[in-house]
Protein backbone atom coordinates (compact mmCIF):
# COMPACT_ATOMS: atom_id res chain seq x y z
CA UNK A 1 0.00 0.00 0.00
CA UNK A 2 2.38 2.09 1.00
CA UNK A 3 4.66 1.37 -2.48
CA UNK A 4 0.82 2.16 -4.05
CA UNK A 5 0.83 5.79 -2.57
CA UNK A 6 4.12 6.34 -3.37
CA UNK A 7 3.56 5.51 -7.06
CA UNK A 8 0.53 7.75 -6.91
CA UNK A 9 1.83 10.65 -5.36
CA UNK A 10 4.54 10.80 -7.85
CA UNK A 11 2.15 10.50 -11.18
CA UNK A 12 -0.03 12.94 -9.64
CA UNK A 13 3.58 15.73 -9.34
CA UNK A 14 4.63 14.50 -12.54
CA UNK A 15 1.02 15.47 -13.99
CA UNK A 16 0.55 18.80 -11.92
CA UNK A 17 3.73 19.65 -13.67
CA UNK A 18 2.61 18.81 -17.02
CA UNK A 19 -0.10 21.35 -16.47
CA UNK A 20 2.04 24.10 -14.54
CA UNK A 21 4.57 23.73 -17.93
CA UNK A 22 1.50 23.43 -20.32
CA UNK A 23 -0.03 26.85 -18.96
CA UNK A 24 3.16 28.74 -18.73
CA UNK A 25 3.99 27.84 -22.14
CA UNK A 26 0.48 29.07 -22.72
CA UNK A 27 0.71 32.12 -20.93
CA UNK A 28 3.95 32.73 -22.50
CA UNK A 29 2.52 32.44 -26.26
CA UNK A 30 -0.70 34.83 -25.17
CA UNK A 31 1.86 37.16 -23.67
CA UNK A 32 4.19 37.25 -27.29
CA UNK A 33 0.81 37.67 -29.20
CA UNK A 34 -0.32 40.66 -27.14
CA UNK A 35 3.02 42.05 -27.14
CA UNK A 36 3.28 41.73 -31.11
CA UNK A 37 -0.07 43.32 -31.24
CA UNK A 38 0.69 46.19 -29.31
CA UNK A 39 3.77 46.59 -31.32
CA UNK A 40 2.06 46.24 -34.56
CA UNK A 41 -1.05 49.23 -33.48
CA UNK A 42 1.88 51.38 -32.31
CA UNK A 43 3.48 51.01 -35.67
CA UNK A 44 0.50 51.74 -37.73
CA UNK A 45 -0.11 54.51 -35.12
CA UNK A 46 2.89 56.29 -36.28
CA UNK A 47 2.62 55.31 -39.61
CA UNK A 48 -1.21 57.51 -39.54
CA UNK A 49 0.08 59.99 -37.07
CA UNK A 50 1.23 62.48 -39.59
CA UNK A 51 -1.85 62.56 -41.76
CA UNK A 52 -3.85 62.64 -38.74
CA UNK A 53 -2.19 65.28 -36.74
CA UNK A 54 -2.19 67.26 -40.33
CA UNK A 55 -5.80 66.53 -40.49
CA UNK A 56 -6.16 67.85 -37.52
CA UNK A 57 -4.47 70.46 -37.53
CA UNK A 58 -6.43 71.52 -40.70
CA UNK A 59 -9.50 71.63 -38.97
CA UNK A 60 -7.99 73.39 -35.87
CA UNK A 61 -7.18 76.38 -38.67
CA UNK A 62 -10.75 76.63 -39.33
CA UNK A 63 -12.40 75.94 -42.02
CA UNK A 64 -13.09 79.21 -43.96
CA UNK A 65 -8.85 80.36 -44.81
CA UNK A 66 -7.66 77.06 -44.27
CA UNK A 67 -10.10 76.08 -47.53
CA UNK A 68 -8.86 78.56 -49.68
CA UNK A 69 -5.43 78.19 -48.79
CA UNK A 70 -5.91 74.47 -49.92
CA UNK A 71 -7.69 75.60 -53.22
CA UNK A 72 -4.72 77.97 -53.66
CA UNK A 73 -2.53 74.39 -53.34
CA UNK A 74 -4.79 72.55 -55.70
CA UNK A 75 -5.10 75.19 -58.48
CA UNK A 76 -1.69 75.89 -58.33
CA UNK A 77 -0.32 72.34 -58.80
CA UNK A 78 -2.84 71.46 -61.50
CA UNK A 79 -1.21 74.56 -63.50
CA UNK A 80 2.38 73.77 -62.70
CA UNK A 81 1.40 70.25 -63.57
CA UNK A 82 0.05 70.89 -66.56
CA UNK A 83 2.33 73.51 -68.38
CA UNK A 84 5.03 71.02 -67.24
CA UNK A 85 4.00 68.61 -68.82
CA UNK A 86 3.18 70.92 -72.10
CA UNK A 87 7.01 72.44 -72.23
CA UNK A 88 8.53 68.43 -72.04
CA UNK A 89 5.97 68.31 -75.10
CA UNK A 90 7.38 71.46 -76.81
CA UNK A 91 11.41 71.02 -76.14
CA UNK A 92 12.96 69.48 -79.55
CA UNK A 93 16.28 68.30 -80.38
CA UNK A 94 17.37 71.62 -82.06
CA UNK A 95 20.73 69.77 -83.75
CA UNK A 96 18.67 67.02 -84.63
CA UNK A 97 16.26 69.01 -86.40
CA UNK A 98 18.77 71.80 -87.84
CA UNK A 99 20.55 69.29 -89.27
CA UNK A 100 17.41 67.48 -91.11
CA UNK A 101 16.62 70.55 -92.88
CA UNK A 102 19.90 71.70 -93.83
CA UNK A 103 19.96 67.91 -95.47
CA UNK A 104 15.93 68.51 -96.66
CA UNK A 105 16.97 71.85 -97.96
CA UNK A 106 19.98 70.13 -100.09
CA UNK A 107 18.28 67.41 -101.46
CA UNK A 108 14.64 68.80 -101.92
CA UNK A 109 14.51 71.81 -101.95
CA UNK A 110 12.21 74.27 -99.42
CA UNK A 111 9.23 72.02 -99.95
CA UNK A 112 11.03 69.41 -98.30
CA UNK A 113 12.38 71.44 -95.71
CA UNK A 114 8.87 72.25 -94.96
CA UNK A 115 7.30 68.59 -94.64
CA UNK A 116 10.02 68.24 -92.31
CA UNK A 117 8.85 70.70 -89.86
CA UNK A 118 5.13 69.45 -90.43
CA UNK A 119 6.29 66.10 -88.78
CA UNK A 120 8.18 67.99 -86.18
CA UNK A 121 6.78 68.82 -82.93
CA UNK A 122 7.42 72.05 -81.17
CA UNK A 123 7.93 75.63 -81.26
CA UNK A 124 10.87 75.51 -82.94
CA UNK A 125 9.81 73.41 -85.98
CA UNK A 126 6.62 75.61 -85.94
CA UNK A 127 8.98 78.96 -86.34
CA UNK A 128 11.43 77.11 -89.44
CA UNK A 129 8.04 76.29 -91.00
CA UNK A 130 6.89 79.87 -90.85
CA UNK A 131 10.23 80.73 -92.38
CA UNK A 132 10.55 78.81 -95.27
CA UNK A 133 7.07 79.85 -95.94
CA UNK A 134 8.10 83.17 -97.14
CA UNK A 135 11.26 82.12 -98.79
CA UNK A 136 9.55 83.42 -101.78
CA UNK A 137 9.20 86.72 -100.42
CA UNK A 138 12.47 87.77 -99.65
CA UNK A 139 14.91 87.00 -96.22
CA UNK A 140 13.42 90.45 -94.90
CA UNK A 141 10.09 88.80 -94.82
CA UNK A 142 11.53 85.82 -93.02
CA UNK A 143 13.06 87.37 -90.75
CA UNK A 144 10.24 89.28 -90.00
CA UNK A 145 7.82 85.76 -89.51
CA UNK A 146 10.16 84.45 -87.66
CA UNK A 147 10.38 87.01 -85.02
CA UNK A 148 6.72 87.69 -85.08
CA UNK A 149 5.84 83.91 -84.53
CA UNK A 150 8.75 83.23 -82.13
CA UNK A 151 6.83 86.27 -79.77
CA UNK A 152 3.33 84.08 -80.55
CA UNK A 153 5.28 80.69 -79.51
CA UNK A 154 6.68 82.19 -76.58
CA UNK A 155 3.09 83.71 -75.34
CA UNK A 156 2.04 79.84 -75.70
CA UNK A 157 4.70 79.05 -73.87
CA UNK A 158 4.34 81.38 -70.83
CA UNK A 159 0.39 80.67 -70.94
CA UNK A 160 -1.70 80.46 -67.13
CA UNK A 161 2.20 80.97 -65.86
CA UNK A 162 1.23 84.12 -64.09
CA UNK A 163 -1.70 82.54 -62.07
CA UNK A 164 0.80 79.74 -60.18
CA UNK A 165 2.50 83.33 -59.43
CA UNK A 166 -1.00 84.62 -58.17
CA UNK A 167 -1.39 81.93 -56.20
CA UNK A 168 2.11 82.00 -54.54
CA UNK A 169 1.53 85.57 -53.43
CA UNK A 170 -2.24 84.89 -52.38
CA UNK A 171 -1.69 81.97 -49.91
CA UNK A 172 0.29 83.97 -47.10
CA UNK A 173 -1.76 86.75 -47.31
CA UNK A 174 -4.22 84.59 -46.56
CA UNK A 175 -2.45 83.11 -43.85
CA UNK A 176 -1.64 86.66 -42.58
CA UNK A 177 -5.43 87.82 -43.06
CA UNK A 178 -5.96 84.71 -40.90
CA UNK A 179 -3.14 85.36 -38.44
CA UNK A 180 -4.97 88.96 -37.51
CA UNK A 181 -8.30 87.73 -37.56
CA UNK A 182 -7.50 85.28 -34.55
CA UNK A 183 -5.39 87.92 -32.92
CA UNK A 184 -8.66 90.07 -32.92
CA UNK A 185 -10.84 87.38 -32.00
CA UNK A 186 -8.88 86.33 -28.87
CA UNK A 187 -8.66 89.92 -27.65
CA UNK A 188 -12.32 89.79 -27.83
CA UNK A 189 -12.65 87.20 -25.54
CA UNK A 190 -10.13 89.12 -23.45
CA UNK A 191 -12.27 92.07 -23.18
CA UNK A 192 -15.45 90.19 -22.57
CA UNK A 193 -14.02 88.20 -19.58
CA UNK A 194 -12.20 91.17 -17.86
CA UNK A 195 -9.56 88.89 -17.06
CA UNK A 196 -6.12 88.10 -19.15
CA UNK A 197 -5.71 84.92 -18.66
CA UNK A 198 -4.22 82.49 -21.09
CA UNK A 199 -6.88 79.68 -21.70
CA UNK A 200 -9.05 82.63 -23.21
CA UNK A 201 -6.02 83.84 -25.55
CA UNK A 202 -4.74 80.59 -26.75
CA UNK A 203 -7.28 78.83 -29.26
CA UNK A 204 -6.94 82.51 -31.00
CA UNK A 205 -3.48 82.52 -31.09
CA UNK A 206 -3.04 78.52 -32.20
CA UNK A 207 -5.81 79.37 -35.49
CA UNK A 208 -3.89 82.28 -36.30
CA UNK A 209 0.13 80.74 -36.28
CA UNK A 210 -1.80 77.48 -38.02
CA UNK A 211 -3.03 79.66 -40.91
CA UNK A 212 0.08 81.46 -41.38
CA UNK A 213 1.90 78.21 -41.04
CA UNK A 214 -0.44 76.63 -44.12
CA UNK A 215 -0.06 79.35 -46.15
CA UNK A 216 3.72 79.26 -46.04
CA UNK A 217 4.20 76.14 -47.10
CA UNK A 218 1.57 76.52 -50.03
CA UNK A 219 3.52 79.48 -51.11
CA UNK A 220 7.17 77.63 -50.53
CA UNK A 221 5.68 74.24 -52.63
CA UNK A 222 4.44 76.17 -55.25
CA UNK A 223 7.61 78.59 -55.78
CA UNK A 224 9.51 75.41 -56.23
CA UNK A 225 7.25 74.57 -59.02
CA UNK A 226 7.23 78.00 -60.67
CA UNK A 227 10.69 78.17 -60.56
CA UNK A 228 11.04 74.94 -62.72
CA UNK A 229 8.71 76.44 -65.16
CA UNK A 230 10.66 79.34 -65.57
CA UNK A 231 13.98 78.05 -66.24
CA UNK A 232 12.33 75.63 -68.51
CA UNK A 233 11.11 78.17 -70.51
CA UNK A 234 13.75 80.40 -70.96
CA UNK A 235 15.77 77.34 -71.98
CA UNK A 236 13.29 76.73 -74.89
CA UNK A 237 13.31 80.32 -75.92
CA UNK A 238 17.26 80.38 -76.07
CA UNK A 239 16.57 77.86 -78.31
CA UNK A 240 14.27 79.32 -80.73
CA UNK A 241 16.36 82.37 -81.03
CA UNK A 242 19.71 80.33 -81.86
CA UNK A 243 17.57 77.75 -83.83
CA UNK A 244 15.89 81.69 -85.75
CA UNK A 245 19.58 82.64 -86.45
CA UNK A 246 20.55 79.33 -87.98
CA UNK A 247 17.62 79.08 -90.22
CA UNK A 248 18.69 82.30 -91.52
CA UNK A 249 22.24 81.27 -92.51
CA UNK A 250 20.28 78.22 -93.73
CA UNK A 251 18.86 79.98 -96.13
CA UNK A 252 21.37 82.49 -96.54
CA UNK A 253 24.10 79.64 -98.02
CA UNK A 254 21.10 77.77 -100.03
CA UNK A 255 20.59 81.07 -102.03
CA UNK A 256 24.20 81.12 -102.33
Known amino acids: MKRLFSILAITGMMAFG ?3 AAT ?18 TAQAEELGFHQELKKRFIEGGPGFMGIVLLCLILGLAIAIERII ?14 EVEDALASGGVEAAKEVC ?23 AVEKAVVAYGGVQM ?19 LGFMGTVIGMINAFDKIEAAGD ?5 VAGGIKIALLTTVFGLVVAMILQVFYNYIIAKIDSIV ?11 DLLIRNKK
Open 18 to 20: TVN
Open 24 to 41: NANTSTVATTVASMTQDD
Open 86 to 99: FLNLSTTNTKKLTQ
Open 118 to 140: RNTKGPIASIYYQGLDRTDEGLD
Open 155 to 173: GQLEKNVSWISLFIALAPM
Open 196 to 200: MQPSL
Open 238 to 248: NDMEDASITLM
